[in-house]
C-alpha cells in the first residue's frame, strides 16, 4: 500500500525558513510526479511545486518562485520543500502528492485532480 508521510512543519516567524520532508513507500515506480500542495482555511487547494523524479526538472507557483526549493533524493524515495523568507501568507496546511508512472503535466500539475496519492498534511504557520 502506497504511503505518502509529510514532517517539518511548525511555526516561525516572517522571514524564517522550514523544511518540509516527504517519505514515499510502497508500490513505487522510478519515475514519478510529486508535488507539493497548501491549502489554508476557507481557500482552495493550491499547488506549490513539483518535481518529476527521473529528470529532477520542477515547476513553481508564480507567489512561490525564488522562494521554495523542491528537491528530492530518490535513494530515500524522499521529496522535499525547501522554504525560505516565509510570509504570513503562506500559512496553511502542506501536503505531498503523487502520480506514480509518469512525468508532471506541464499545464496541469497545479490541479489536485492529477495526484493519485495524498499524505496527511503537515503545518506551517508563519507569524508577523
Known amino acids: 500500500q502506497v504511503q505518502l508521510v509529510e514532517s517539518g512543519g511548525g511555526s516561525v516567524q516572517t522571514g524564517g525558513s522550514l523544511r518540509l520532508s516527504c517519505a514515499a513507500s510502497?508500490?513505487?515506480?522510478?519515475?514519478?510526479?510529486m508535488a507539493w500542495f497548501r491549502q489554508a482555511p476557507g481557500k482552495e487547494r493550491q499547488g506549490v511545486a513539483d518535481?518529476?523524479?527521473?529528470?529532477?526538472?520542477?515547476d513553481y507557483a508564480d507567489s512561490v518562485k525564488g522562494r521554495f526549493t523542491i528537491s528530492r533524493d530518490n535513494s530515500k524515495n524522499t521529496v522535499y520543500l525547501q522554504m525560505n523568507s516565509l510570509k504570513p501568507e503562506d500559512t496553511a496546511m502542506y501536503y505531498c502528492a503523487a502520480a506514480f508512472g509518469r512525468p508532471c503535466n506541464i499545464f496541469r500539475w497545479r490541479s489536485p485532480t492529477e495526484y493519485a496519492y495524498w499524505g496527511q498534511g503537515t503545518q506551517v504557520t508563519v507569524s508577523s
Open positions: 510502497g508500490y513505487i515506480y522510478s519515475t514519478n510526479c
Open positions: 518535481i518529476f523524479t527521473a529528470s529532477g526538472s520542477t
